[in-house]
């Protein structure tokens, strides 16, 4: 049995030490205090791409979560809208410090860490070493920013075709909706409304990045997803699929 990890926000309790006598768990708004406080306090030491930004990430947070907040209020809320306010605010972010990672078992030489708020914020760390892959997997309760930091990974989201159905037996269709290289201050997008799943293969150098994940429906497990290699209709980019352990 594969050993269940949760994409869109590691598990409530998991601590996760970001630093050696710093552990945080996410949500908490002390964890970000906590965070903050490390990020401007010392230099990064985790690889040689590192680089101590503390600010720039601090001035997103600042920007960031309360304008997330308003954009959430009912009534307000458009997922699209929502999603580019919070990436456009991701983009100035040009590096995090890395926390401690551990594999992520999605794929072979994958590896996730941190899970810190503040809310509306999950924010997942992820690193690929080269030619390592992420499985494709369904987003069904939070959306996401993904930012890349460093590396260059090849992402691409599907959607299904018709009525989503994670519980689908057999063979369906999906849409490829986005086939991209995320580089470095580049932002991928996972809405919950559409092409809501997505898979990552790393490039020959490897890759790191964030996920700024929002939580917005009842949690489930992830439902990963086998795609067929070739189209049965290129034009419109659409595979035969079907949902795997
Ligand atoms: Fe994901």
């Excluded at 209020?73 to 100035?92: F, K, N, Q, T």
């Excluded at 939070?142 to 075709?161: D, I, P, S």
Aim: charged content about 25%; glycine content about 10%.
């Amino acid at each position: 049995m594969r050993e269940q990890i949760d994409l869109e926000c590691l598990p409530a309790a998991t601590p996760v030490e970001l630093e050696p006598g710093v552990t945080v768990e996410r949500r908490g708004f002390l964890s970000l205090a906590a965070f903050g406080a490390v990020a401007l306090a010392r230099p990064l030491g985790a690889g040689s791409a590192a680089r101590a930004t503390g600010s720039a990430w601090e001035r997103f947070l600042e920007e960031a979560v309360p304008a997330a907040r308003e954009l959430l209020e009912p009534g307000a809320y458009r997922e699209d809208r929502y999603l580019h306010a919070v990436a456009s605010l991701a983009s100035a972010i040009d590096d995090v410090p890395v926390p401690d990672m551990r594999p992520s078992g999605q794929g072979e030489n994958t590896f996730l860490g941190g899970s810190y708020g503040p809310d509306p914020f999950v924010v997942l760390h992820w690193r690929m070493e080269p030619g390592s892959r992420i499985r494709t997997h369904a987003h069904t309760y939070g959306n996401v920013v993904t930012l890349g930091l460093e590396g260059m990974a090849r992402v691409r989201n599907y959607e299904m075709l018709g009525e989503r159905d994670f519980d689908a037996e057999g063979t369906f269709r999906v849409r490829m909706t986005q086939d991209q290289v995320l580089l470095p201050g580049r932002i991928n997008l996972v809405p919950l409304e559409h092409g809501y799943m997505h898979g990552f293969e790393a490039g020959p150098e490897g890759a790191r990045g964030i996920d700024i994940t929002t939580r917005r429906k009842e949690r489930r497990e992830t439902p990963y997803l086998d795609v067929a290699e070739k189209p049965v209709d290129e034009a419109e980019r659409i595979y035969e699929a079907s949902w795997t352990d």
